[in-house]
C-alpha cells in the first residue's frame, strides 16, 4: 500500500530532500560523482571525519611511536574501551558492556566458546536456516570442538516461505535440548527484523541464553539490549556504520555475565592494571573488554571514531525515522513505476518487522544488477533473485531513489539487462 501523500514526479522527491533533517550529513562522505550508491547494507562509504580520523592515526604512529598506546588524543591502549562506549547507545548498552574488536565471526566463536556449555541433554544450539553462511560454519565448528555432530545438535528453523522466519516456528524449536540459540536481528536477504524482545523473554523462560547478529542492523535500527535482557550480541561496523572496508567489529556482553571466563582468552581481555605484569595467569577485564582476545588493529578501528561522532550527532532515532520514510518512499516508486515488469517486493512492509533494505524479486537480479551498475546506480545480488537496495540515511537523498528506479525502469522497458549473463559476479 503507498503512503498517502505519495508522488512519483522528481517534484515530490524534492520537497522530500527539502524536509530531511539529516541531509546536511550527504556532505560529510565522498558521494562518487555520476553514482547513484545503493549498497551501504554490504559496505558503507567514507565520510570525510572517518578519513581524518584514520589520518590523525598515522600521525599519532608517525610522532609518538610506541608512546601513541599511552599517549595522543586517543591513546591505543583503551580505544577499543572509548570505541565500545561511543558505540553503546546505538544497541541500548551501558558503556562498559560494548567493545569493539576482532571480526564478526571471531567473536560469535569468543561468545558461542563462552557461552555454549551443553549439560546432560541440553546440548544442541539452534539457529535458522536463512542466517548468513558465516554465522552457521562458526556454529558447526563449535559443536566439533566438543565432540558434537552439527547434523544433530545445529537446529535450524525452517522458513515457511524461503524469505521470512515466524516467531512462533522459533520458539515451538526451543525444547529443552537446547543449550544456546544465536539468531540473526535482521535477515541479511529479506531484510526481516526479529522480535527481539519477545525471543528474548521466550528463551529466558525456558532457561535458555540467546545472542544476536547484529550485522545487518545496528546503525540503521536502534535496539534496547539491556531493557531486552539480551545475552550478547556482535556486528560489524563497515555496514550501516561506515567504518571501512575489514572495519574491525563489535560486541556486547550483558553486565549480568560480567565475571564469566572467556572461552577463548587473550592477553587484551586482561584487566588493563595487570596486563603488563606478564603472568601466565589470566586476569579477566570486569567488562565486555575481557572478550578481546589480540592486540586491537588500530588502523582498522579509527575511521569508526569519526563515524560514530556523526551517529551521535544525527541520534539513532531520526536515522531510524528517515530510514522507515526513504524505504518506504522505494517501495511506493516500485510499486507505481515497476508494475507487471516481473517484480516482487521480497521484504516484508510493516515498519516494525522491516530493517533498512528493500529487498526486490526477480527471475533475472543478477543480470538486472549487473546492468544497473553499468548505468550509474550501485546495488546488491544475492542468490537466487534478489536486488537489495538500501538508501542510507546519512547520505542518500529521496532524489537518488527517484533516478535510480527511472534508471531500474528504462533497463526494464530497453531489455538492457539481456546482455549480460544471469549470474552473479566473484563478489555479489
Not at 19 to 38: G, K, S, V
Not at 64 to 78: A, C, E, K, V
Not at 169 to 194: F, H, K
Not at 384 to 408: G, K, M, T
Request: charged share 25%; aromatic share 10%; proline share 4%.
Amino acid at each position: 500500500m503507498q503512503s498517502a501523500s505519495f508522488s512519483p514526479t522528481i517534484e515530490y522527491a524534492r520537497e522530500l530532500d527539502s524536509r530531511d533533517d539529516l541531509a546536511r550529513f550527504r556532505e560529510e562522505f565522498y558521494l562518487h560523482p555520476h553514482t547513484i550508491y545503493l549498497d551501504g547494507n554490504s559496505l558503507g562509504l567514507l565520510s570525510r571525519r572517518a578519513e581524518r580520523a584514520l589520518l590523525n592515526a598515522l600521525d599519532d604512529w608517525k610522532l609518538l611511536g610506541i608512546d601513541g598506546w599511552t599517549q595522543g588524543n586517543h591513546p591505543w591502549f583503551t580505544l577499543a574501551e572509548k570505541l565500545g562506549k561511543w558505540s553503546a547507545p546505538l544497541v541500548g548498552a551501558l558503556p562498559d558492556e560494548v567493545i569493539v574488536s576482532g571480526s564478526t565471526t571471531t567473536n560469535l566463536h569468543q561468545l558461542v566458546a563462552t557461552f555454549y556449555q551443553p549439560v546432560g541433554k541440553r546440548t544442541k544450539i539452534l539457529a535458522d536456516e536463512l542466517n548468513f553462511p558465516s554465522d552457521i560454519y562458526a556454529l558447526q565448528s563449535q559443536l566439533r570442538l566438543h565432540g558434537f555432530d552439527p547434523e544433530e545438535h545445529l537446529v535450524r528453523v525452517k522458513s515457511r516461505d524461503g524469505r521470512f522466519l515466524e516467531e512462533e516456528d522459533i520458539i515451538a524449536a526451543m525444547t529443552d535440548e537446547i543449550a544456546l540459540i544465536v539468531l540473526p536481528t535482521v535477515l541479511y536477504r529479506s531484510g526481516q527484523l526479529l522480535d527481539i524482545e519477545r525471543l528474548t523473554k521466550e528463551a529466558h523462560a525456558r532457561g535458555i541464553l540467546i545472542g544476536f547478529d547484529g550485522c545487518h542492523s545496528v546503525g540503521a535500527i536502534p535496539h534496547r539490549f539491556d531493557e531486552w535482557d539480551v545475552d550478547f550480541a556482535y556486528w560489524c561496523n563497515y555496514k550501516y556504520l561506515n567504518s571501512g572496508p575489514g572495519g574491525v567489529g563489535s560486541l556486547y556482553v550483558n553486565r549480568k555475565h560480567f565475571g564469566t571466563l572467556p572461552g577463548l582468552a587473550g592477553w587484551f581481555g586482561s584487566r588493563k592494571d595487570k596486563q603488563f605484569d606478564m603472568e601466565h595467569v589470566f586476569t579477566p577485564a570486569e567488562t565486555a573488554g575481557a572478550y578481546q582476545i589480540g592486540t586491537p588493529h588500530i588502523l582498522s578501528m579509527a575511521p569508526l571514531l569519526g563515524s560514530l561522532e556523526m551517529f551521535a550527532e544525527a541520534g539513532m532515532e531520526n536515522i531510524r525515522s528517515k530510514s522507515l520514510q526513504i524505504t518506504q518512499y522505494l517501495m511506493d516508486l516500485v510499486d507505481h513505476e515497476l508494475a507487471g515488469m516481473g517484480f516482487t517486493i521480497g521484504n516484508l512492509r510493516e515498519n516494525n518487522r522491516r530493517g533498512g533494505h528493500v529487498s526486490l524479486e526477480h527471475t533475472e537480479a543478477a543480470r538486472i544488477c549487473k546492468a544497473l551498475k553499468e548505468n550509474g546506480v550501485v546495488p546488491d545480488f544475492r542468490a537466487p533473485n534478489v536486488i537489495r537496495l538500501a538508501p542510507i540515511a546519512l547520505y542518500n537523498s529521496y532524489s537518488e531513489v527517484w533516478n535510480a528506479v527511472q534508471i531500474l525502469k528504462t533497463i526494464m522497458v530497453e531489455k538492457k539487462y539481456e546482455q549480460y549473463e544471469n549470474k552473479r559476479g566473484v563478489v555479489a
